[in-house]
């Protein structure tokens, strides 16, 4: 075994608690060992850092990290600190001391690695002095902010090509954990990487449970599902603004601690708002798309997407913030094809016809995902290019509870697709839907829709039950939808139909239960799967807290729940057995191992 394995074989378990490498990461670091550049695709919670952390303590001289985000940057420095790497940033957050402070600890050559964003990195009196240090390494973190093809563009992201001319001799990592390989060759274009490696972990996250379900009455379908996830950590997307704050209300109303995020709060409303999060002193944070990037809190156990998100990297990367920890996690999508409408009316406010093209190719991708009635993971994992073709994964809706008998849903199909005839195929889904069961909006009478053969024949389903048949429809292409205003038209499909030469084969709507919405405490808790002893989780959870409360750093700088589940499984007698737990490095068996050795001896 060369010193080279041994350094980093010895730092992966003395500073960061770990026995092996995950896939693709030793693969990496020797890469950047060897001075070639490198491009790491790697899920949210794969362990990306470490493609970059290990090589810079192996450097003699500087890793610059550049990141989109302050927060980001807070929160890798604070956890390399945790365990005895030295890291500092440069940012705007800092005081006008603690920057000299930083520089100067940098300038000592103590500093490993320092965080900064491109804006601050390309300041004149930052590259100067930048020029007197040894820079070794450059890692791009989301990279594919770089890329006009990504879904986080970021413009300020195309000047570190220009960083070759200044530190040409250092190596050049690319990390990003969502990238088409559209994306993937942007990056490596626009960052002027040399013949890199190109590594791309699996995008299957095999610890996350994805579903889809109607959106309907959605509040009481979160309230149910908190219902059975009490004490548990989660986030919560919303399609804007006052979606959020109506629905942190109404959960706060309920029982459930929750605090609203978006760009409409202030800027310290914001960091409070998240602040309170990661450090579990608030355990549901329900936001805007503005909340995520750069968030590492590790015990994330479920995503909820209350309206359907814009386009496939977005759901991925959000969803990737349930279970970093790798323990299971839930995510759950509310659908209802009114999203639909609500993304493309911002698509047609896109400046260029490319541009809306592009998006709705996206917003299509999202709904196939949505309306699949295979694999959740078909869809989602081979959108990236990567193939997939599990019969059973055993980790989603529609392979946990496959609908294996269908039934014959022609005469439904036949009374839609008449009226569809009858209103002259000038129509969306909503105003069929509405002519089917008789209602009196005034658009079906301004149109006289009233007097259609079909008006009223449709009352034995709801609205809710009819767009479940429709989605069904559309599935298996029994009609056509215009993409634009949604307007639908027959085609020879539905032709065969109408004529009794096909018939239809579906599912039959579920039906729509009333539910209840009594305030409801917030009670019991404990682990997911009760793979360990609770009692001593929360105790070994509350210690966890109070230290580091104390330390003002968030809990899982201290450990991460795998760890403490660790504990409790093994239930350490002494600090060699300690030294065992997954996650204990020196430092932290010598900070924390006494104190937790104590608690699960008298537990």
């Known amino acids: 075994m060369t ?5 980093k074989l010895g730092l992966l378990k003395s500073v960061f608690g770990y026995t092996e490498f995950r896939p693709y990461q030793e693969e990496c670091i020797d890469a950047i060992l060897s001075k070639r550049d490198t491009i790491m695709i790697m899920p949210t919670g794969g362990g990306k850092s470490l493609c970059y952390q290990i090589p810079a303590m192996m450097f003699d001289g500087l890793t610059i990290v550049i990141s989109p985000l302050i927060s980001l940057m807070k929160d890798q420095v604070s956890q390399l600190k945790a365990v005895g790497v030295e890291a500092e940033v440069l940012n705007s957050s800092l005081t006008y001391e603690e920057y000299g402070a930083n520089k100067n600890r940098i300038r000592s ?38 890329s006009e093809w990504g879904h986080d563009f970021r413009p300020e992201y195309r000047q570190i090509k220009n960083l070759r001319q200044h ?48 959106k309907n009455r959605s509040t009481d379908q979160i309230l149910d599902f908190l219902a059975k ?154 959108y990236f290019g990567e193939p997939y073709a599990v019969e059973n994964c055993g980790m989603c809706d529609t392979c946990r509870n496959p609908k294996k008998e269908t039934d014959d849903l022609t005469d439904e199909v036949v009374q839609f ?26 658009k079906v009478l301004s149109y006289e829709h009233d007097l259609c053969d079909t008006y009223g024949v449709g009352t034995k389903y709801t609205v809710r039950q009819w767009q479940n048949i429709v989605r069904q429809m559309l599935v298996q292409k029994v009609m056509d939808k215009e993409p634009k205003y949604g307007v639908l038209t027959l085609n020879s499909r539905s032709l065969d139909i109408l004529a009794g030469k096909a018939k239809f084969q579906g599912f039959t709507p579920p039906l729509e239960k009333p539910r209840s919405r009594s305030p409801q405490r917030n009670e019991g808790g404990g682990l997911r799967g009760g793979a360990a002893d609770t009692a001593l ?5 509350s210690k966890r807290k109070e230290l580091a409360d104390r330390r003002g750093v968030p809990p899982y700088v201290i450990f991460s729940d795998k760890s403490l589940l660790d504990m409790c499984e093994r239930r350490p007698k002494n600090l060699r057995e ?12 010598k900070k924390y191992g006494e104190i937790f050795i104590r608690l699960i001896k008298s537990s």
Not at 202 to 211: G, I, K
Not at 578 to 589: C, R, W
């Open 578 to 589: 300690f030294a065992q737990v997954f996650g204990v490095g020196d430092q932290k068996l």
């Open 109 to 146: 050559g103590r500093t490993k690695m320092v965080f900064l964003a491109p804006e601050t990195l390309f300041k004149p009196d930052i590259m100067d002095f930048f020029q007197g240090c040894q820079i070794d390494c450059v890692a791009i973190d989301e990279a594919h902010c770089i």
């Open 3 to 7: 010193q080279a394995v041994q350094d």
């Open 537 to 541: 989780f929360e105790v070994l959870r």
């Open 229 to 382: 996830n009490k004490n548990q950590s989660g986030i919560i997307y919303c399609f804007s603004r006052r979606q959020v704050d109506v629905l942190a209300s109404d959960l706060n109303e309920f029982g459930h601690k929750a605090l609203p995020y978006h760009a409409g709060l202030t800027t310290e409303e914001r960091q409070r708002n998240q602040e309170l999060f990661i450090r579990d002193d608030v355990p549901i944070i329900v936001a805007t798309i503005a909340f995520g990037m750069g968030i590492n809190k590790p015990n994330v156990r479920f995503v909820i997407h209350h309206d359907l998100p814009k386009n496939i990297e977005s759901y991925y990367q959000e969803t990737g913030r349930a279970g970093r920890d790798g323990l299971p996690a839930h995510c759950l999508l509310l659908y209802s094809p009114s999203d639909i409408g609500k993304i493309n009316y911002f698509i047609e406010q896109k400046d260029s016809l490319d541009q809306q093209n592009v998006a709705k190719g996206h917003l299509n991708a999202i709904v196939g995902f949505a309306e699949s009635p295979v694999c959740r993971r078909i869809p989602l994992i081979t």
């Open 167 to 214: 530190f040409s001799s250092a190596v050049y990592l690319a990390v990003t954990a969502t990238a088409t390989k559209r994306v993937q060759r942007d990056i490596i274009a626009n960052l002027g990487l040399r013949d890199p490696l190109q590594l791309q972990a699996s995008f299957n996250r095999t610890n996350l449970f994805y579903e889809v379900i109607d």
């Open 417 to 442: 697709l008449k009226c569809l005839s009858e209103t002259d195929e000038m129509f969306g889904a909503l105003h069929i839907i509405n002519v089917l069961r008789g209602s009196k909006a005034d």
